[in-house]
């Protein structure tokens, strides 16, 4: 009992904000209000035809869209070798892979400014993709070892018999199998970086600011009831994403399936 109310104390906890915001999209007055002075569905309307809004969300997609192909196919690069083979070091190389998650997310975003501007690609997309790839790497490599981990070898051993050779084995037997935690390493390599607001602060430039970094600049002019309505249609569009996929995909019965790296 004391585990079953510690859960819904939890996930109260968690959901009270999101209604919080949705309450104020709703409202009919010109300024945030809670509970909401009368419904309307107004200011939803204004968040979807604001300039700066649709301007934002098409630049999280486009980074988001890249950061996930980039994420993913480095990420199953790194796990097929950590998990086929034995080299000196394996361990140090499989602790190193989850560093972003352990350092402070503001020490991270400094430090790629850094070598952001080093080389050159601060303020544009290329440095926006760099820098989102390095915070969703562990996702991705968490996501995608449970798959291979739990990869029938005796498959690709009898593919190989047969006469396929390693390349076939590896499109038409390995990755068919191990598909959702590819589509689960892409699913939360792109949430990741169309919802990262710290990283892009510090990266993006005047024509590359992303839809969580527009909201988060209109705070400091005026807390209009759009902003909640657009913040509680990205929260909205991420559930139902999510949703959409485990259903039809079962990625999160994917990740409980075989063992992390």
């Not at 499109?171 to 390493?185: F, K, Q, Y």
């Not at 510090?202 to 527009?214: E, I, M, S, W």
């Amino acid at each position: 009992m004391f585990v079953r109310l510690t859960s819904y104390a939890v996930l109260g906890f968690l959901i009270i904000p999101l209604l919080v915001v949705l309450l104020a999209a709703l409202t009919t007055t010109s300024y945030i209000a809670v509970p909401p002075e009368g419904i309307t569905l107004h200011w939803f309307v204004d968040a979807l035809t604001d300039e700066g809004f649709r301007d934002g969300a098409t630049v999280s997609f486009i980074v988001a869209a890249i950061t996930a192909l980039l994420t993913t196919a480095l990420a199953l690069s790194f796990v097929w070798a950590v998990e086929r083979y034995r080299f000196p070091g394996r361990s140090v190389v499989t602790t190193l892979s989850l560093a972003p998650l352990t350092v402070p997310i503001i020490v991270l975003a400094i430090g790629l400014l850094f070598a952001m501007s080093e080389i050159g690609v601060a303020g544009t997309i290329t440095g926006l993709v760099i820098g989102h790839t390095v915070i969703s790497f562990p996702y991705a490599v968490r996501a995608i070892s449970s798959s291979i981990a739990g990869l029938d070898q005796d498959v690709e051993r009898a593919a190989s018999i047969l006469g396929a050779p390693p390349l076939r084995v590896l499109l038409r037997v390995s990755l068919p199998l191990i598909a959702p935690g590819l589509t689960a390493a892409a699913l939360f390599a792109f949430l990741v970086s169309y919802n990262n607001v710290t990283i892009s602060i510090f990266l993006a430039g005047p024509t590359t600011q992303t839809l969580p970094l527009v909201i988060f600049n209109e705070t400091y002019t005026s807390v209009s009831p759009s902003l909640a309505a657009m913040a509680t249609l990205l929260v909205a569009a991420t559930i139902a994403l999510v949703a959409a996929l485990d259903r039809k995909l079962g990625v999160y019965s994917a990740l409980s399936r075989g063992r992390a790296l």
